[in-house]
């Protein structure tokens, strides 16, 4: 078994680890992660529940089939070997440590708790640090490893399995399987432990922060009782199980639906779907500015701005971008997400008369040191503005609005080269408006997720303005 740098694992696994017992080993690791913060501990050894011959969600799909089946679409299930950035990533957080050679770090094993969160999905365990720095883990050969397992990433074991029973929000079945209940499913803390993580290691330029559960805890949606699950498993009223006589209740989908960004451009098709049912977080508005209230005039993050041309005088127009309806900052997870919107002003016959653009982004300087340079991201229900003019006198204009959500920048697409085997971004929101000799505004025509999928994600670059 080659691990995932390539290297036959026997050369990685410290050479003590063969006269260990398998116990031992576990307790070893269970003993280092309990020592660590919460967000370097995986889940602990899973026992497989009576019933059940293994703790694979393909088994689990045998009976829970549609559950399955929208899991199997979900970024949860495709955060290991189906995301080749995170692959790429990790590889370069593992460019090897070995007793010989101390100048290579490998803080790979701190990616893996939350990416394949179980202990059994590992295939090395962690028992100890040489002299306690982070990026020198000793490991053993972990000997409760599945592999197939390991391959589901964010499995429902995750979620669901602790102690040999299988939890559930209820507890409340008759089911082949031990059942319990846990009530924390029914609310954030089940997403927080991973969606909730601030690590800093300024010395390597290497961060991990998530502020998710934070952005969340402290919105109006928190104080009225919605959860994430709220919002990313809409509820459905249907039987748990197929192949069983039991009667319908009322549950919840397991799509876990985000930006729909595909993690692969094949994935595009199965997740274009989805847009209909959970829609975008920001909505994009256009308004006159002797109109428009409570300007929030961007001040980081423009990458264009609309100027009056020469010898003209203008009329100003507000764009503007709410998060409307994200429960936490827009964007919000990995500080590589970022919205470009831009409004492009043509002529009648189609000439280009000015361009504008935005970014929303919290945007970090990675190397040398960690450094933020701004964040204007969009706490829940604020906005943005920004302005574009028009030349006033005699001539009818057309405005475009299109906005673009991304995973990641050009820069890092190119470096990690991930071209045909990632998707960077996709385009959700596409409006024009007609404007008049008097300046009055028409919507001709509007495209947003909700109203209809569109089809411009095949590739790692958008339609649209390439910002590099
Ligand atoms: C064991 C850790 C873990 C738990 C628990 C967890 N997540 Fe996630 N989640 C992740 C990881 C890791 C990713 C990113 C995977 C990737 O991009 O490869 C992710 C991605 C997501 C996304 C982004 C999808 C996208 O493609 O934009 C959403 C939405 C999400 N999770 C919602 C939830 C909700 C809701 C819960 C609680 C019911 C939850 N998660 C629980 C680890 C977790
Ligand atoms: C505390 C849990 C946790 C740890 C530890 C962790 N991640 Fe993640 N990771 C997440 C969550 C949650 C997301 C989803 C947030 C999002 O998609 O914006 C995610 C998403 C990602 C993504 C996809 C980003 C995107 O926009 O699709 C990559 C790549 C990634 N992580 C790499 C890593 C690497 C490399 C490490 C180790 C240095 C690591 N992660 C450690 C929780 C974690
Ligand atoms: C990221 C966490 C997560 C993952 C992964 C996950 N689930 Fe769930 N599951 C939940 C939550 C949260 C609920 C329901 C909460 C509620 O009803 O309020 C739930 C509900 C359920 C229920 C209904 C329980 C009831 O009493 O209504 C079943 C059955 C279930 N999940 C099975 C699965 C299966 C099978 C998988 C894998 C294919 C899976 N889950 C993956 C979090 C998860
Ligand atoms: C042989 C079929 C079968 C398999 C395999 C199976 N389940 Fe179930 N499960 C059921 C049935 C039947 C119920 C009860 C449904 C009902 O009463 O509506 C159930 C109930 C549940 C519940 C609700 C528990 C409660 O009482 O709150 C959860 C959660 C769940 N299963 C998750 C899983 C997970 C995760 C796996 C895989 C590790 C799994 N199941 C494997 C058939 C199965
Ligand atoms: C009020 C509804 C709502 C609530 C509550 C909510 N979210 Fe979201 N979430 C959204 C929407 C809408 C998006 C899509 C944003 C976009 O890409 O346009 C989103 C996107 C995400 C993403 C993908 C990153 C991104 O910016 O697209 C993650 C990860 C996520 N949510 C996790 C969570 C977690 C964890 C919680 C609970 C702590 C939560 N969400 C609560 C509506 C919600």
């Not at 050369?11 to 398998?22: F, K, L, P, Q, W």
């Not at 000015?354 to 960690?370: C, F, G, H, L």
Request: glycine share 8%.
């Amino acid at each position: 078994m080659a691990d995932r740098s390539g290297r036959a694992s026997s050369e990685s696994v410290d050479s003590e680890a063969s006269n260990i017992g398998d116990e031992e080993v576990l307790k070893a690791a269970e003993d280092f992660y309990s020592s660590r913060p919460y967000y370097q501990q995986p889940l602990g050894h899973l026992e497989v529940p009576d019933g059940l011959p293994n703790l694979e969600a393909e088994t689990c799909g045998g009976c829970h089939t549609e559950i399955y089946e929208e899991w199997s679409i979900s970024t949860h299930r495709r955060a290991w070997k189906q995301d080749a950035q995170f692959m790429a990533e990790l590889e370069k957080s593992r460019t090897g440590s070995t007793a010989e050679d101390s100048s290579k770090d490998d803080v790979g094993w701190m990616c893996v708790t939350c990416h394949t969160p179980v202990t059994n999905q590992l295939e090395r365990v962690v028992v100890g640090l040489r002299d306690g720095n982070i990026g020198q883990p000793i490991y053993r050969k972990n000997p409760s490893y599945n592999p197939r397992l390991q391959e589901e990433a964010i499995t429902c074991a995750t979620c669901h399995v602790r102690n040999g029973k299988v939890y559930g929000p209820y507890g409340d079945t008759d089911a082949p399987h031990p059942t319990a209940k846990d009530p924390s499913l029914r609310d954030s803390s089940t997403c927080t432990g991973c969606h909730q993580a601030e690590a800093h290691w300024p010395s390597r330029s290497l961060a991990c922060f998530f502020s998710t559960g934070e952005e969340w805890s402290q919105s109006q949606y928190a104080k009225n009782g919605e959860t994430c699950q709220s919002c990313h498993m809409p509820t459905v009223n249907r039987k748990l199980a197929k192949g069983f006589d039991r009667p319908k209740r009322k549950t919840r989908r397991h799509w876990f639906g985000g930006s729909l960004i595909p993690k692969h451009p094949k994935y595009n098709e199965e997740i274009a779907r989805l847009q209909k049912v959970y829609g975008s977080g920001a909505e994009i508005t256009l308004i006159p500015a002797q109109e428009a209230q409570n300007v929030e005039r961007a001040s980081n993050g423009s990458l264009k701005t609309s100027s009056c041309p020469p010898d003209r005088s203008c009329r100003s127009y507000i764009v503007r971008i709410t998060n409307e309806h994200a429960g936490h900052y827009l964007p919000t997870g990995d500080p590589e997400r970022h919205l470009d919107v831009t409004a492009t002003v043509r002529t009648e016959d189609g000439t280009v008369v000015t361009e504008a653009s935005q970014r929303i982004a919290s945007k970090y300087k990675w190397w040398p040191e960690i450094r933020e340079q701004y964040d204007n991201r969009l706490p829940p229900k604020e906005h943005l503005d920004f302005e574009v003019h028009i030349p006033k006198g005699g001539d009818d204009y057309s405005i475009q609005i299109s906005a673009h959500k991304y995973r990641m920048y050009m820069e890092a697409f190119e470096h990690h080269d991930l071209e045909g085997e990632y998707v960077r971004g996709r385009s959700f929101f596409n409006a024009r408006w007609h404007i008049d000799s008097a300046g009055n505004l028409t919507l001709e025509r509007k495209v947003t997720d909700k109203e209809k999928v569109m089809n411009d994600s095949h590739t790692g670059r958008p339609e649209g303005p390439d910002h590099r």
